[in-house]
């Protein structure tokens, strides 16, 4: 079977923020789940169902974006019966932004720990 690949996009500015998807993860990924007719972000730590599904849906229909959805084959959703191929991951740390195949996406984003905000960090033994 030959390798799916994966495939660059150029991001809107905030589009996680207008996902309203925050996270502190490096890697983050954007799915569309057909059972509950929605965008869902997934971090490796929590899932969040989108704000505003439009922003997913809007990305993946911009002519650039399509083309390439098109030209890999790649599904990324809408039909309550398509299968899903490729999911959007997101590096915060590099800005980069790319489809990849499910499998590939989830095993890129879940061996992340969780990082933890300050206010939930814990001293060792006990300590305040």
Known sequence: MPKRKTISVKLPANFL???GFTSRQRFVVVFWEGEISSTVCYDGVKYQRAKDSCVFV???CREDVAALLEKHRAKVGWGAKTVITHWLVID???????????????????????ILEPTQQRLPFGGE
């Open 17 to 19: 923020a207008k996902l």
């Open 58 to 60: 809007g990305l993946c």
């Open 92 to 114: 915060q740390e590099t800005d980069e932004a790319f489809f990849m195949p499910v499998d590939q996406a989830y095993r890129r984003v879940s061996p992340q720990k969780p």
